[in-house]
């Protein structure tokens, strides 16, 4: 790490001291030039990194503390779509000014402690621009990771938590709204953690978490797994209500391509058995060929492919 | 990840197709939502974040492809302090457009090779500035890390490599030098992964990389092991020619507080068997008390305490 004295009191006022939590697995945290970690015998160490930046993942208007919370809790649902336990985050922080830290430091701190994870180290730099980078790991028995290529021909399709509501969310702050209920689905991101590891111990082999859009990531699903997928957009969550609230077309658009739900999208055989506690929402079928086929009263209909292209 | 279509092929074609070498240790890598580890059995595993921005940590001017090569050896000096075999490397790349991301992929591409470790994933956003986060890994035999807080009083303070060179060759390169071997020092960063492995086995159990200049990173070793650090200006390594050349005061300013060297300092009794091969030069002791010591022909000299301090 660069730290310097005061940069280094610095890290310490605004992040360390927030996050109290050690993992079990630690044997040397934060404060070093490196941590380090003893992994339990039958485990795999599973790990991501994920980075947000102020105008890009977060309007420039919007908190810092809650982006920051965001930013972990994004990284973190790469760590459900594999089924792990989440044990370890390090933040490589970039920020205006000392206030600014300040604010992304309580954020980590939030997220962290809210999920009971180690901040285990990091890095922070003065920059133009406010943003993290979040790199995230934790702990799954050894071969049981689940992956976006093993969904077989002949699986139902299913979603568990929401889709388009960050996406209606942020339109709510972007037009002005600052009450909490309001924005909340964009505010606060809850990594489906103890889902994707229910998912995994029922036998579930294939998830992905729905970042840019249950398109998008039903696209990576597909063409990892060499397969196409089926979706009927009204067995969508509350296709019905937000059909009726927001008209055909919007409901459409925000369900197939809005993103950062961080919805959990995996298949499994229809009569799995244990998957009622999780709420879990059929939406289509595995089938054979590729790409992604959305069927509205058992209709074909035309989707033109939309998402999120940072270099487009 | 986040990644779209035309995003995940960017990725690919950026960086991974450089990047042939796949750990022992890797189970899953790159293009599922996490990469996923299996840790031999009497190992930890050593992780490390440091994040490098254009304007900061290298000139604005200067080649993307190089600076992101200095990026990804600069965190992995981070391992070579704790004595670790580095192993994967993940990038989360912010780049001001498509040929800055080709640019940054080639350049972590040649470090990766260049030091024989994979690339397990990663991220990539659209910045108004170009930047890298590198997240570094890498295994060490259990209990056996060189650590920050492990400096006992009666030991020499050591260093392996050199000290003000990357200084030195930065200030050619503001003023306007381009040949290869007048900023070779700022152009390739080698991290002492080997030399750190060797320093561990050979029984040492304090070290830090010298990234924020000598007077610094002395510093956080003498506070973490709860003692002082007294160091001898002419027993530095080049002192005599340097100050020939340079004065003086310049030569004692770029080895005390000239940065991003990564040579590893280190404290060990005099007469370890063993050191002669890495060529570490003897640069002081460590004492009782608190704080580093310069001196001059015995007598001691005042030095004010510098370093880049990013909020100041």
Redesign the interface.
Known sequence: ????????E?IELAFRQHVPHISANT??TN?????????P?GF??????????A???WPDDFPLALAADRAVC?ALS??A??G?TAT?V??????T??SA?NALGQGVADACNRHGVEL??????????N?L?V???GL?P??D?M???QARVGESLWVVGLLGMSALSLEQWQLGQREAEQIRYFARIEPLLSQGVMLRQLGVRSC??I??GLL?DA??LAK?SGCGLQISLESLPFWQSLSTALGHEKATKVLLSG?EDYALLFSAPTDLPGLEPLQAVKIGTVIEGAGIHVTFAEQTINIP?Q??????
């Open positions: 790490m660069h730290v310097n004295n005061n940069e280094f610095l044997s040397v404060g070093d030039d490196a941590s380090v970690h003893r992994i015998e795999e160490w599973v790990t991501s990194v994920d980075v947000s930046l105008g890009v993942h994004a790469d760590l779509a594999m792990a370890n390090w933040v490589a922080a970039m920020a000014d000392a830290l285990s180290g990091g890095d922070t730099v003065k920059s133009s621009n943003g980078s790199t995230v790991a799954i050894n071969g990771a992956r976006r290529n992905i978490d970042s840019d998008q696209h990576h990892a993103g492919t998402g999120f292209d940072h270099f487009a």
